[in-house]
């Protein structure tokens, strides 16, 4: 049981909300709590999409805003018009390929967007700010699992974009008092993740006949928790978080990529076990790659959470989901498929 109090909140404002981990927790948040108000604020870039959230359309305590979280004067007006108390921060680009290629695209929305949200916070004296962040601010972690007060080491343009927004969170913490809350969380998988993260990327791909792709040798391993597990994460954290704490959203499962590639062969039956490195190759690996990251999250299971999902099983689940996938379900997703996704620049607008 849980004995403090807990936080109420009234009005919502949810970035992000279109895209893979933020749908999944706006919809069970909107249908769970049909007393508060959720405004969804999503730009709707190509790896977010509509159909993420129809279930939400129709509820009385959900209204959707398509702009951008860099928009201070419709950042501001949607605090003003929908008396905002909390705010919940998924909007972020989030793809460590694409960073490379394109790295002030993920400055613009991760830095400055939180920057303009955190300003805007401040002004309006919102009581709860959960700023969404990652567990690949802590860069490699080679012994036990990390916690929350560990450095922050950051070593691609992604993570360097998302622990430069931290720092300006804590900046807003101690100048202002701003009850801010940080997650850092491990991979997340599971239904309707955009395909140019690598389990629904493999399973496309094998799906199409086409083989998995693992940069370099694929020994890089990394730990897996299924959406669900982190949608009642973030619940218990919307009502028991303690304001200006940070805490690790975590799972102990952990696979490196070529172990990840084989399962998904055997799981789709393409392969017998033995015979699997018949359906990988080998792509040059990113410029630097995180061999990888370990993260304590004892503090969150002090809030009472606990992850349930169990690894077979929720894989089983995603496979089924991308195996009914319709084509149009994101704009132009194929080229999502390629080894080394590198967005187009031209389509995005940058500082």
Same mark, same amino acid.
């Given at each position: 049981g849980w004995s403090r109090m807990e936080y109420k909140p009234k009005s919502v404002l949810f970035t992000g909300g279109c895209g893979f981990i933020g749908s999944h927790v706006l919809k069970t948040l909107v249908k769970k709590y049909p007393e508060v108000k959720f405004v969804n604020l999503d730009v709707l870039d190509r790896c977010a999409s509509v159909n993420n959230i129809t279930e939400c359309s129709s509820a009385p305590?959900?209204? &959707?805003?398509?702009? +951008?979280?860099?928009?201070?004067?419709?950042? =501001? !007006?949607?605090?003003?018009?929908?008396?905002? +108390?909390? *705010?919940? !921060?998924? $909007?972020?680009? =989030?793809? *460590?390929? $694409? =960073?490379?290629?394109?790295?002030? $695209?993920?400055?613009?929305?991760? *830095?400055?967007?939180?920057?303009?949200?955190?300003?805007?916070?401040?002004? &309006? %004296?919102?009581?709860? &700010?959960?700023?969404?962040?990652?567990?690949?601010?802590?860069?490699?972690?080679?012994?036990?699992g990390v916690q929350e007060n560990a450095m922050l080491e950051p070593t691609n343009p992604y993570s360097c974009s998302k622990a430069a927004a931290e720092f300006i969170t804590k900046a807003y913490m101690k100048s202002y008092k701003l009850p801010v809350i940080i997650t850092r969380g491990n991979n997340v998988y599971g239904p309707a993740q955009y395909p140019e993260k690598v389990i629904p990327k493999f399973i496309l791909r094998l799906l199409r006949g086409k083989k998995c792709c693992i940069h370099g040798k694929g020994e890089a391993r990394r730990s897996y928790i299924h959406v669900d597990d982190v949608v009642r994460a973030f619940d218990v954290i919307l009502?028991?978080?303690?304001?200006? !704490?940070?805490?690790?959203?975590?799972?102990?499962? %952990?696979? =490196?990529?070529?172990?990840? $590639?084989?399962?998904l062969i055997r799981e789709l039956g393409l392969r017998p076990a033995g015979s699997e490195g018949e359906l990988v190759e080998h792509v040059h690996d990113r410029n630097i790659n995180d061999l990888r990251y370990a993260i304590n999250d004892t503090k969150l299971q002090s809030l009472g959470w606990r992850p349930e999902v169990e690894w077979n099983q929720g894989l089983g689940k995603t496979i089924d989901w991308y195996k009914s996938l319709k084509d149009n379900y994101w704009p132009?997703?194929? %080229?999502?498929?390629a080894p080394h996704p590198v967005r187009d620049p031209s389509r995005e607008s940058v500082i």
């Open positions: 305590n959900y209204a &959707f805003c398509r702009g +951008d979280v860099c928009n201070f004067d419709l950042v =501001s !007006h949607l605090m003003e018009f929908h008396k905002i +108390d909390t *705010v919940m !921060h998924f $909007a972020a680009q =989030s793809h *460590v390929d $694409a =960073s490379f290629g394109n790295p002030l $695209a993920h400055t613009q929305t991760n *830095v400055l967007g939180t920057h303009t949200l955190l300003e805007c916070a401040r002004r &309006f %004296e919102i009581k709860r &700010f959960i700023h969404v962040s990652t567990d690949e601010v802590y860069g490699d972690v080679l012994g036990d009502h028991r978080g303690e304001p200006f !704490h940070a805490y690790n959203i975590g799972s102990p499962f %952990e696979i =490196s990529m070529l172990e990840l $590639a084989h399962q132009d997703y194929e %080229e999502a498929l």
